[in-house]
């Protein structure tokens, strides 16, 4: 870093989508690790949404939590009215999901999108508050197996290939686009995959957990090579305050920890974990269109802002993660 970046500070935070697995570990960090005086979690409780997830807070003063979808524009106008900064993360968020059925994709990631951004325009017309889109490294589209020197950097093209990560895309750039044409004080996180407590048991690692601890199959696409850039959740949560924080308004940061895992070392890793045999593992049909590999170059965020994921590992994080899953 050559100049310190300015610090913004803030009164009141609105995060959509704050039920959720990232939504609730960040509310969390807020809470416990943070002085924001004020945290509103618009959530619409959707499957993936659990709101026990964050209701030992809510006798917390600092935290309020609204029950309420992000195409509700009134509401939303409300709640954008009363706050200094937007952490959007509410989202349809499985790629299997969004393969049966892109409607609800569409109507939340681009149509919500745009109705928070609609809503920001209106309400806040100098572009004094700050808009944290929480976008995904699965807008790059893939990379190929035989050439891991390739990474994407944040000037990559947007080749999305599932219906989710077009929709995620699609709001991508029209957040772009609200910077451009109205100055709207927009900030944009690309983040790789996360894992930590508190995910919705449809995707691998709790899906995993929860069918070996009952000796059932796991499910493993195709010939489970497929690789994925894991990050643990706490690692994105420090990089999302890092970029609010401190970010220029327009900026875009690709987040990762620079690792990268086949899905069947990461099927393996978590048998192992939990003293179960390789013969649960079971082959099953490729997803449509399944993304070979992701990976981020992640030299942005560390050389602007001076983040950096914790010294933990991997495996470390991974064991505490399927032991939390144990837990519930
Ligand atoms: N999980 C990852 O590995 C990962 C990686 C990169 C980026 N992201 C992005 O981070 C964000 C959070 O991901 P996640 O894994 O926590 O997702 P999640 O599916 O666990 O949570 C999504 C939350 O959004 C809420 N929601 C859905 N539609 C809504 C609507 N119309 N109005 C209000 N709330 C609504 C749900 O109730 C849920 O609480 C998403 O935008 C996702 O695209 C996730």
Not at 304 to 311: D, F, I, K, N, Y
Request: net charge negative.
């Amino acid at each position: 870093m050559t100049n310190p970046p300015t610090q913004h500070h803030f009164n009141h935070l609105l995060i959509t989508g704050g039920c959720g697995f990232i939504g609730t570990n960040f509310i969390r960090h807020l809470i416990n690790h943070t002085d924001i005086p004020h945290i509103t979690n618009l959530d619409a409780l959707t499957y993936a949404g659990n709101r026990q997830n964050l209701v030992d807070l809510e006798s917390n003063p600092r935290y309020t939590f609204v029950h309420g979808n992000i195409n509700d524009r009134p509401l939303v106008n409300k709640l954008i009215a009363s706050a200094d900064a937007i952490v959007h993360m509410a989202a349809e968020s499985h790629v299997d999901r969004s393969i049966i059925d892109a409607s609800p994709f569409t109507q939340t990631n681009i149509l919500g999108t745009q109705t928070l951004l609609d809503a920001l325009r209106e309400t806040d017309p100098k572009n004094n508050k700050r808009f944290l889109y929480i976008s995904t490294d699965e807008v790059y589209g893939h990379l190929p197996l035989n050439q891991p020197e390739l990474k994407f950097s944040e000037s990559s093209p947007l080749l999305p290939r599932s219906p989710y990560a077009a929709t995620k895309a699609a709001a991508d750039l029209l957040v772009q686009a609200h910077h451009h044409t109205y100055k709207a004080n927009t900030l944009i996180t690309r983040c790789s995959n996360n894992f930590g407590p508190y995910q919705y048991p449809e995707k691998i690692i709790p899906l995993f957990v929860h069918n070996a601890l009952q000796n059932k199959p796991l499910p493993l696409y195709g010939d489970g090579l497929n690789i994925r850039d894991w990050i643990y959740v706490d690692n994105h949560i420090t990089a999302l305050l890092a970029v609010l924080q401190y970010a220029p308004s327009g900026e875009i940061y690709n987040i990762g920890s620079n690792c990268e895992i086949a899905n069947i070392d990461l099927t393996q890793q978590i048998l192992y974990i939990l003293n179960k045999p390789n013969t649960l593992i079971e082959y099953v049909e490729d997803r449509p269109g399944h993304d070979l590999r992701y990976a981020v170059d992640v030299t942005k965020i560390k050389q602007q802002l001076g983040w950096h994921p914790h010294e933990s590992t991997f495996n470390k994080d991974l064991e505490f993660t399927v032991n939390w899953y144990l837990k519930i």
